[in-house]
């Protein structure tokens, strides 16, 4: 059977940034460009006809900037995942896009080969930070948890803690299975109970747990 291709909607305001995006990446065979968008409001309107199955999204773009755009595809498109594709890599940005559900945040300076890597973790439902920008992101969310004090929430097996780890660490489901020797569903059943026991919601919120207890460890 032949695997569908990934489907990508590009927005962002340079004409050379498009192209240049356009250009390598339909070389690859496991990608289809589908649209392209100049601004916010030309994205929603694209996304919401075409229901790409990834859309990277630059920040800075006349009208309507790609914090709001962020918020309104998650709205409109639910079920498209959002890859910040940008330069900015100051926390302010970073914290603020995450704030928004984004499951990703490349560079611009990053090799073609991590902005691959980005879109294939990214379709897998997992999440990608740059390199450059994940220690930023971590040091953000300890000072963020820090600040507002949260509660530490209830206990977790010692299963669950080994689960909540690996999770911190950005392994998937299957990867964790793996490290762990049991299966998938095992994992997603840890997993739930995590989510449930601590009342968070996202790998964000659940790396900032992990790093605020001590679970895991800053670089």
């Given amino acids: 059977m032949k695997k569908s291709k990934i489907t990508l909607l590009l927005v962002d305001d340079h004409p050379l940034v498009r192209e240049g995006l356009r250009s390598y990446l339909a070389q690859e ?16 309107r694209i996304a919401k006809d075409l229901l790409p199955q990834i859309i990277l ?5 006349p009208g309507m900037n790609g914090l709001e755009t962020a918020r309104l595809l998650k709205k409109t498109v639910p079920k498209s995942k959002i890859l910040i594709l ?3 890599d100051t926390k302010e940005y970073v914290s603020r896009m995450i704030s928004t559900g984004v499951q990703g945040y490349v560079l611009k300076d990053s090799s073609p080969s991590e902005l691959i890597a980005a879109i294939e973790t990214v ?4 999440t990608y930070f740059s390199p450059k920008v994940s220690q930023t992101v971590l040091n953000d969310l ?10 530490g929430g209830a206990e977790l097996s010692r299963r669950e803690s080994e689960v909540l780890t690996l999770i911190a660490e950005g392994f998937g489901n299957k ?8 299966s998938v569903r095992t994992v997603e059943t840890h997993r739930e109970r995590i989510i449930r026991k601590l009342d968070i919601h996202t790998v ?16």
Avoid at 209 to 216: E, F, N, Q, S
């Fill in 29 to 44: 065979k496991a990608f289809e460009i589908v649209g392209e968008a100049v601004d916010g409001a030309e994205a929603l």
């Fill in 57 to 61: 999204l630059d920040i800075n773009m």
């Fill in 86 to 88: 940008t330069m900015h």
């Fill in 123 to 126: 379709q897998r439902g997992e």
């Fill in 142 to 151: 300890v000072k963020s948890t820090r600040t507002k004090g949260k509660k």
């Fill in 175 to 182: 990867e964790i299975a793996a490290k762990l020797f049991v």
């Fill in 204 to 219: 964000a919120g659940l790396t900032r747990y992990a790093l605020t207890k001590g679970i895991v460890k800053l670089g």
